[in-house]
């Protein structure tokens, strides 16, 4: 008779197959993965990005209403791409240098500036609708900020050559709406209803809040430690800015503030909010972290290989933000509508 055969144990072959199939799944998710992270249990959303390589220096971008096009600007140079496709769909060549580009809250109009004028494009057509130089700003002084909020107005920060005031100026209708310190100019910044702005002082170390309608001042934030840039979120309700590492958020409505963890003290984090104002992303060592503003807890995290942005911004359906790098011809781009 002959002694009988052992069986093999299939168990470590079972848990080598289960390890591959279970780390191929893990690395080639290229959009969305959702994990739970070690932050009092709440489940975090991961997104990664698309990365688009770009082919000329990268001096500003901004994403179009809809999130399907990115618009770029180079040294004279302007191009718009087709974010799904990742090809140029229109490029234009300047006689003049490009400062900076951004879309108009309605998406009908792209705002160029360049060394000596500011030009808007139709953005249908990708015509000039109209073109300013510095003398169309009534000669109040010198060009600091422009936005272009809802309702078609296109309103402009200047501040005159003593630098002893700002003019807050409607372009549009030729016509000063108000004046503040000059000590504001570094900081100054308008939400999309045309109504509001805010504007840090570090000689009174305080950040203020004005309407441009009744040109008075609504509210007064004592602040000590502030560094980077000031936001103030499209319904004129939040506004953030850094200090020491953290970004700090505070409701005009509740009168309170919120801390948001930052992980890069020395430098200046960047934030920007979503249209509907529930989100503040912040950008962090290993991509961008989105918070809801409401709770201020962590609700996703825009994944990626560069901590150095120069700029972020969200698609006005706020499915989509773009993080520009910094010393690199290349823009981070991530998809939220699976996680929304």
Known sequence: MQPARSKSN???WAGIIFGIIFLTIWFWTPI????????????????????????????????????HFLATAGDRSFALWDIHSRK????????????RIAYSHDGKMLIMITDNSVKL?????????KSFDHASFGGLGELIRLTAPTGGQLIAALTDAEHEYITIYDVIAEKALMRIGAEYRNQLTFDSSSHLFAGYSRK?????VWNMTSGEQEDTIPTDEFAGTLRISPNGRYLAWSARGLVMLFDRTTKKHKTLYHDMPYRHPLTAFSPDCTRIAVSQRDGIQLYDTSS?????????????????????DGKTIAANY????????WDLSDGR
């Open 88 to 99: 140029i769909v229109t490029r234009i060549t300047l006689d003049q240098n490009i400062e």
């Open 296 to 316: 201020g807890e962590k609700v996703a995290m825009l994944s990626s290989t560069s901590s150095d942005y120069k700029s972020l911004d969200f698609s006005q």
């Open 10 to 12: 299939p168990a470590p």
């Open 326 to 333: 910094s010393y690199e011809s290349m823009v981070d781009i």
């Open 204 to 208: 009174q170390s305080r950040i203020a």
């Open 121 to 129: 494009w139709d953005t249908q057509h990708w015509t000039i609708m």
């Open 32 to 67: 969305t993965r959702t994990v739970n992270e070690w932050f009092g249990g709440t489940t975090v959303e991961v997104i990664n990005p698309y990365s688009f390589h770009l082919q000329q220096p990268n001096l500003g971008m901004c994403l179009s209403h809809d999130g």
